[in-house]
């Protein structure tokens, strides 16, 4: 059975920081790619940021870029999220997702997501 489960968000001021885990089981990546995306309320569900499993090179929106830096750990089948200077409007829930094929920056390139974490950045 394919879990990816999501791990850290809060409460953070404008300024501050976060670490987003994301821990994968049941599946054995070689190609493909993990994502986060994010949905605020109101609004549609956004691409955030992807890792290539293999190589690891990686893509940022460019809302993010720069202040966010997405990373993995193969031995631990974990990606994170780590997110520098965070402005109120990055509130939303963050959502992990894996392909096993693709490396896409659209929601519907991935397969399997996990239940979301919450972040809220206070002004």
């Known amino acids: 059975q394919v879990q990816l489960v999501e791990s850290g968000g809060g409460l953070v001021q404008a300024g501050g920081s976060l670490r987003l885990s994301c821990a994968a089981s049941?599946?054995?990546?070689?190609?493909?790619?993990m994502a986060w995306f994010r949905q605020a309320p109101g609004k549609e569900r956004e691409f955030v940021a992807r890792?290539?499993?293999?190589?690891?090179?990686?893509y940022y929106a460019d809302s993010v870029k720069g202040r966010f830096t997405i990373s993995r750990d193969g031995a631990k089948n974990t990606v994170y999220l780590q997110m520098n200077s965070l402005k109120p409007e990055d509130t939303a829930v963050y959502y992990c997702a894996a392909s096993l094929y693709y490396s896409s920056i659209s929601a519907s390139g991935y397969d399997y997501w996990g239940q979301g974490t919450q972040v809220i950045v206070s002004s």
């Open positions: 049941g599946l054995t990546f070689s190609t493909g790619a």
């Open positions: 890792i290539r499993w293999s190589g690891g090179s990686t």
